[in-house]
Structures are given as structure tokens and as C-alpha cells.
């Protein structure tokens, strides 16, 4: 039977696996990685670095596919169908991968950024892979050190206060309000930096943008005043790189109306 291992390796430092993910990686025969284009290249060639760093020894393959592209412009009622059309794609690839490059009795893993049960879309792939058939596999899943848990550690601070719930959402949900009853919300996957519709109310904000890595930005304070810089840095960043992954943690005032 094949094996799949999904590993989560951290937001970008290779220190950031844990010892679990370090001996998975060195019992792995062929990792998989999915290419997301000349733009987004240095994602690869992160991965590759933690390959080098944790199995210096070698004795593995790496085998890359091209990344299938999603319709980004989807909105509204279009979203989920979006989503779910690319998460298909990603399917079929997967599926050849694992039919075409991984023998009956060898191993397997696909590298995640973060935590794989953190916004992230491989294991949901994976189940609908096995659902359709054609190959079979078992999978199991390591933890990984999320851009969450790097972000605050980063910050030093916590991710809530006492007595206090937090909410991990979307970019696309803050824009309809707060959570009701939280006052502590984590921001993921937002390229419309909606922290910006809450600059006149008492809200900080924590915000970090290619956590873990050398291009490592970090901004806090209040909305107010870190607001603009966050903007300006960001749109810098963007420009040179060609791309941004960033997260942020917003803290309300309990008191704010």
C-alpha cells in the first residue's frame, strides 16, 4: 500500500519543523511540490532548502507539477464554485502523482506551509483522490507551526486575553464586522487589507508578512497610525517580489462600541 505523509514545515524557517516532521522527512522516498510559477519560485526553492537542511544525506526525489491556476477575480456566489473547480484540478494532479511517481511500497509527502488543518486545502484534496478510486493510498497528517502561532510569537504576545475566545476568519468575512462576543480576531488570506475599514475605532493590530523567512516584515501599534505604514510596506513588498502572504491579528477594546 502507498504511503502519503502531509507534513506541515512552518511559515519558512527551517529551525520552525518539528523533531516528528524532521524523522518523517528522512523516512520519505518522494516529496512533492507543487509549482506555482517564476514568480512565486522562491516558495520552491524554500522547500528544497528544507530538504537539504533536514536530509542532508539525500537518498530521495523530488518530483514537480505545475500549480493549476484559480479564477481570483470569483465573487459572491461564484466563490465557492471557484474554489471548488481548482481544488478538482488539484485533484487530478495529485491523483497522476501519486498513480505515476510513487511505487506500491514507497512513501510519499507533500510539503505544507504552516499547519496542514489551517486554511489549507491538501487534505480535503486527498480525500476526494481516494473517493474517485483509481489509486489507493493510506495518509497520515504531522502538525506544523502556523503562520498564526509564528505571528504572534514574533509580536510576543498572546493570540487572546484572559477569559477571552479568539476567531481565525478571512479577510473576506472581516469585512462583514467582527465576529459577535470577539474581540481578539486573526486575519488570513486578505489581498483587500480590510484592517483599513476599522482605522477610526480603538483596534491595534499585529502584522507580519513573509513570516519566518529572510524577507520578514513586522508592523504593530494602533490601526490608526500603523494602518498607513502596513499599507505602504506592503505594496513595496509586493512590487519587488511579486507576490505577499501576510497575516495579522487585530485587538479590540472590549469597551469600543
Do not use: C
Not at 480525500?127 to 507551526?145: H, Q
Request: hydrophobic fraction near 40%; aromatic fraction near 8%.
Amino acid at each position: 500500500m502507498r504511503e502519503i505523509h502531509v507534513i506541515g514545515i512552518g511559515a519558512g524557517d527551517p529551525d520552525q519543523l518539528t523533531l516528528q516532521a524532521v524523522r518523517v522527512l528522512r523516512s520519505t522516498d518522494v516529496f512533492f511540490v507543487l509549482d506555482k510559477g517564476e514568480v512565486k519560485s522562491d516558495l520552491t526553492r524554500l522547500r528544497h532548502d528544507m530538504l537539504e537542511t533536514h536530509i542532508p544525506q539525500g537518498g530521495y526525489r523530488v518530483v514537480e507539477a505545475r500549480d493549476p491556476e484559480r479564477d481570483r477575480r470569483a465573487g459572491g456566489a461564484a466563490y465557492s464554485p471557484a474554489v471548488g473547480d481548482w481544488r478538482s484540478a488539484r485533484a487530478d494532479i495529485y491523483e497522476r502523482l501519486i498513480t505515476e511517481e510513487l511505487g506500491e511500497d514507497e512513501s510519499g509527502a507533500f510539503l505544507v506551509w504552516g499547519d496542514p488543518a489551517l486554511y489549507d486545502s491538501t487534505l480535503g484534496i486527498l480525500e476526494e483522490v481516494l473517493a474517485r478510486g483509481a489509486v489507493a493510498f493510506e495518509y497520515d497528517v504531522v502538525p506544523g507551526i502556523s503562520s498564526v502561532s509564528a505571528l504572534v510569537a514574533r509580536h510576543r504576545t498572546g493570540l487572546n486575553r484572559v477569559a477571552r475566545p479568539v476567531q481565525i476568519t478571512t479577510g473576506r468575512r472581516l469585512a462583514e464586522g467582527f465576529p459577535e462576543g470577539v474581540d481578539d480576531v486573526v486575519v488570513m488570506l486578505d489581498a483587500q487589507q480590510t484592517f483599513r475599514r476599522y482605522a477610526g475605532e480603538d483596534v491595534d493590530i499585529y502584522w507580519g508578512a513573509y513570516i519566518g523567512t529572510a524577507d520578514e516584515i513586522l508592523v504593530s501599534g494602533p490601526i490608526a497610525e500603523a494602518g498607513p505604514r502596513i499599507e505602504r510596506l506592503r505594496a513595496e513588498a509586493r512590487e519587488r517580489k511579486g507576490w505577499i502572504m501576510d497575516t495579522y491579528l487585530l485587538r479590540r477594546n472590549p469597551d469600543t462600541e
